[in-house]
């Protein structure tokens, strides 16, 4: 997986992985009986296609210096970065037992010191992005051709150092450098746009000088446009690909759910959100 290169012969699908992250998710979330499992399930596709269509790496060694870096800037979204860790066979899918317990390296908020692939700790929101354009810059300055991705969170346009590192990214015509939006429309106290009306989004990126694409961040054939446009386009800017996902999307009890921050699952519902995914199994 170490170069980018066609999906081999009788490699799972780009669905089926989507599909084997959520049940990861699923599984980690019933060791603890909680997990942001909405926000995993709604953002399982963006990982699939990043992890297996997208980046460079190799699994046996994280720490390789010719991979892509991915950065995930919402430390609460670690259960969905485990699952796509443990799919790509970074993480032993044994340790999905541990999630959430002393001495596990599946921590439940993401920190770098704890897991191989996690790059960051971003449990403080709103810094990724800055990182990112740090780490863009360096490698741009060293040459190759290695991309540094950043997968942040919808809340996370209210904080203002990410306007910051968005026209310094610009100002320093990172190329290298996409950053993901994951627009699932919720945050800590309500609707995103309800809390601060962040809209419209596209042209504030296109402002602070970024390539920038809006896609449905549920629909794999269109995120592996979007990923693949977003790596291709020549001109010096940084992009960014605002992804507009469904929380809890895959498991249809739980996506008919009231929205919230924290999905209430119910002891019993765990073992049944994983029975409905293995329902929707795909070649
Ligand atoms: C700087 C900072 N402020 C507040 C928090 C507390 N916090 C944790 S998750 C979260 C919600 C952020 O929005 P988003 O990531 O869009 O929420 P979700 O989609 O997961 O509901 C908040 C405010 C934090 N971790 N860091
Ligand atoms: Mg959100």
Redesign the pocket.
């Known amino acids: 997986m170490d170069a980018r290169s066609p999906m081999r012969a009788n490699a799972p699908s780009l669905e089926e992985r989507a599909r084997r992250i959520r049940r990861h998710a699923l599984r980690m979330g019933e060791v603890q009986g909680q997990g ?1 499992i909405a ?1 995993a399930l709604g953002v399982a596709d963006v990982l699939a296609v990043s992890w297996f269509h997208a980046l460079r790496y190799r699994p046996e060694d994280p720490g390789w210096e010719g991979r892509d870096r991915f950065l995930l800037s ?3 979204y670690a259960i969905a970065l485990y699952a796509a860790l443990i799919e790509a066979g970074v993480i032993p899918e044994a340790e999905i037992e541990t999630y959430g317990t002393d001495d596990s390296r599946l921590p439940m908020s993401g920190m770098a010191s704890y897991t191989p692939g996690m790059e960051i700790s971003g ?4 810094i990724g992005l800055g990182i990112a354009v740090g780490k863009a810059l360096g490698l741009k300055r060293k040459g190759g051709d290695r991309f540094v991705y950043n997968l942040m ?4 346009l209210d ?1 203002g150092p990410v306007w910051e590192a968005a026209m310094s990214a610009g100002h320093w015509q990172l190329g290298n450098l996409i950053n993901i939006v ?1 627009v ?1 429309r ?3 106290d309500g609707v ?1 746009t309800g809390v601060m009306n962040f809209e419209p989004l596209a042209p504030k990126w296109e402002a602070f000088g970024w390539h920038v694409q809006r896609v449905d961040g549920n629909d794999i054939p269109a995120l592996v446009r979007a990923f693949d446009a977003a790596r291709d386009v020549a001109a010096p800017k940084p992009r960014i690909i605002i992804c507009d996902t469904r929380m809890a999307k895959g498991v249809p009890f739980l996506e008919a759910r009231e929205k919230a ?1 924290f999905l209430r699952v119910e002891p019993h519902e765990w073992a049944l959100a994983i029975a409905a995914l293995d329902e929707g199994r795909v070649a």
């Open positions: 942001y926000q919402i430390g609460h449990g403080s929101l709103g969170s919808d809340g996370e904080e994951d699932n919720m945050q800590a995103s921050h």
